[in-house]
C-alpha cells in the first residue's frame, strides 16, 4: 500500500504542521476513566472543540489561504459553509489581511453568523452572502461570486490544501500519546478523516482508522460500497457540520485507501455524547463534533483492549439550541 497515487501524502500535512505552528492552537488531549471502564479501550480525545474559532476547520483554512500567492491575496478568498469553515476562512482572512466573502445558509446557527461577521469587521470587500440551503446551490452561487469578483475559491473539504491542514489534528494527537490501534474521525465531505488517515499512515501504520457519519447521511458509508461517489439528499439531522450531500472527488479516493469503513450514530446518540461531554468532561461539543466519540461511548463499535484515539471535531452551538437538546 502507498499513498503516492493519492491527492496529498504525509509530506503535505507535515508542511501544513509547520505553516500551522505558532498560529493554530495545539488542542489538548482528554481521558476520562469512565469512557475507559465502560468501553474497555484506552481512549484519547483529541479536543478540537478548543482549536481557534472552535473547531479543527481553521487548520485546513489557513493552510490553504497561507499557499496563495500575493496576487490572489489582493483579489481575496469565497468560501460556502454551514458555519465553521466560513469562520475558519473569515478568521484566518483576517490573519492574512485577505478580503474574504462567505456564502452561509440563512438558518444557519446564530453563533456562527454572527462569528463570521465580527471576524470580517474593519476588512474591506468582506461580507457575508445568504442562501436557501434547501432549493439554492452554494456551489453554484460561490463559483459565481469567485468569477465575478475574481475571488479564489476555498471549498470545504475538497481542496488538497485544506486536507493536510486537517490532517495535522491526528498528526499532533500521535507526535503526544504515541502509536493508536484505531482512529475514529467523523465524516462531512471527508477532509478532516482523510487528512487524518494519510497522517496515521505514515506516523501510526498499525491503526485502523474508522469513519463515523450520522445514520440520516451515510452518503459516504453508501459510496465506499459502492465504489464510486453516492450523492443523497440534504440529511435531516442534528450534525449540522456533516449535511453534505457527497464527499469529494479528492476526498473519496484517500478514504477508499486508507479508511477501514464507516459507522453511523443516530441524533438521539449524539445527544447522549453531548450530555456525557458537558457532565463528565466538562467540555461544550457540538453535535457535529460528537460523532466520532458516540460511535464508541454509545457502543456502536468495541474497540476492547486498544488504544483508540478520538477526534472531536468542535464545540460551536447556540447555547439555546443546546440547552434545549440536552433536556430533549
Ligand atoms: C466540517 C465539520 C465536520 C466534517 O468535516 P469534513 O472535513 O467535511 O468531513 C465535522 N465536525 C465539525 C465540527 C465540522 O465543522
Redesign the pocket.
Known amino acids: 500500500m502507498s499513498t503516492a497515487s493519492l491527492p496529498i501524502d504525509f509530506a503535505d500535512v507535515a508542511a501544513a504542521a509547520e505553516r500551522l505552528r505558532g498560529v493554530a492552537h495545539r488542542t489538548p488531549v482528554r481521558t476520562s476513566r469512565t469512557v475507559d471502564e465502560r468501553s474497555g479501550a484506552t481512549v484519547y480525545f483529541k479536543c478540537?472543540?478548543f482549536q481557534r474559532m472552535?473547531?479543527?476547520?481553521f487548520r485546513?483554512a489557513y493552510n490553504a489561504l497561507a499557499r496563495l500567492t500575493p496576487g490572489q491575496r489582493r483579489m481575496g478568498v469565497i468560501a460556502y459553509?454551514?458555519?465553521?469553515?466560513a469562520q475558519?476562512v473569515a478568521l484566518s482572512a483576517r490573519l492574512l489581511q485577505v478580503p474574504s466573502v462567505i456564502v452561509m445558509p440563512h438558518d444557519a446557527p446564530a453563533s456562527k453568523l454572527a462569528a463570521t461577521r465580527a471576524y470580517q469587521s474593519g476588512m474591506p470587500g468582506s461580507e457575508v452572502v445568504l442562501y436557501d440551503r434547501y432549493s439554492e446551490d452554494r456551489e453554484a452561487i460561490g463559483r459565481r461570486i469567485a468569477e465575478e469578483r475574481g475571488m479564489t475559491l476555498i471549498p470545504?473539504?475538497d481542496h488538497a490544501d485544506?486536507?493536510a491542514g486537517?490532517g495535522t489534528a491526528a498528526l499532533e494527537l500521535i507526535e503526544d500519546v504515541g502509536a493508536l490501534d484505531a482512529l475514529l474521525?467523523?465524516?462531512?465531505?471527508?477532509?478532516?478523516?482523510?487528512?487524518c488517515a494519510v497522517a496515521a499512515f505514515a506516523r501510526s501504520p498499525g491503526a485502523t482508522v474508522w469513519?463515523v457519519e450520522p445514520e440520516a447521511g451515510n452518503d459516504?458509508q453508501q459510496s465506499l460500497a459502492r465504489g464510486e461517489i453516492v450523492r443523497i439528499e440534504t440529511p435531516q439531522t442534528i450534525?449540522d457540520?456533516?449535511q453534505?450531500q457527497a464527499?469529494g472527488r479528492l476526498?473519496f479516493p484517500v478514504m477508499r485507501a486508507l479508511v477501514k469503513g464507516v459507522l453511523t450514530v443516530s441524533d438521539a446518540q449524539l445527544v447522549g455524547t453531548m450530555r456525557f461531554f458537558a457532565e463528565r468532561m466538562k467540555m461544550v461539543v457540538?453535535p457535529?463534533?460528537c460523532?466520532a466519540a458516540a460511535a464508541l461511548i454509545e457502543g456502536v463499535i468495541d474497540l476492547r483492549g486498544q488504544r483508540v484515539g478520538v477526534i472531536v471535531?468542535?464545540?460551536?452551538v447556540d447555547l439555546p439550541r443546546y440547552a434545549q437538546l440536552l433536556q430533549s
Open positions: 478540537e472543540n472552535g473547531a479543527f476547520k485546513g459553509s454551514s458555519g465553521n469553515h475558519a470545504p473539504f485544506v486536507m486537517q474521525v467523523c465524516v462531512g465531505g471527508g477532509g478532516l478523516v482523510s487528512g469513519g459516504v450534525a457540520g456533516a453534505t464527499c476526498t457540538e457535529t463534533g460523532l471535531s468542535g464545540g460551536n
